[in-house]
């Protein structure tokens, strides 16, 4: 069993900044690819990044990219999502989710099999 445990969300002004955490649970944390999604009220959940097991591999959506960062730390069993030039439209519930059954699918949120609670990003205008 994994458990995730996200932290980092708040209040932000538009082209403000934060960064979400996920703290893992389980030795075989480096074992599994990771990823980030997002859902606003009303709308489906949505791919935000992902980053292979070893790090090597990483993917972003295309709403994100270049202002979103993904790392991931093996040894401290976490999973890092910079957030930069914040945009009102990034608000939502942030999730971090674990293990896909491969990278060509990272972006499928059924092919997830272990979620955090979330934590929620506010961007005002």
């Known amino acids: 069993q994994v458990q995730l445990v996200e932290s980092g969300g708040g209040l932000v002004q538009a082209g403000g900044s934060l960064r979400l955490s996920c703290a893992t649970s389980?030795?075989?944390?480096?074992?599994?690819?990771m990823g980030w999604f997002r859902q606003a009220p009303g709308k489906e959940r949505e791919f935000v990044a992902a980053i292979s097991w070893s790090g090597s591999r990483i993917s972003y959506a295309d709403s994100v990219k270049g202002r979103f960062t993904i790392s991931r730390d093996n040894a401290k069993n976490t999973v890092h999502l910079q957030m930069n030039s914040l945009k009102p439209e990034d608000t939502a519930v942030y999730y971090c989710?674990?293990?896909?059954?491969?990278?060509?699918?990272?972006?499928?949120?059924?092919?997830?099999?272990?979620w955090g609670q979330g934590t929620q990003v506010t961007v005002s205008s």
């Open positions: 989710a674990a293990d896909t059954t491969s990278w060509a699918t990272r972006q499928a949120v059924e092919e997830y099999h272990y």
């Open positions: 389980g030795r075989t944390f480096r074992t599994y690819n």
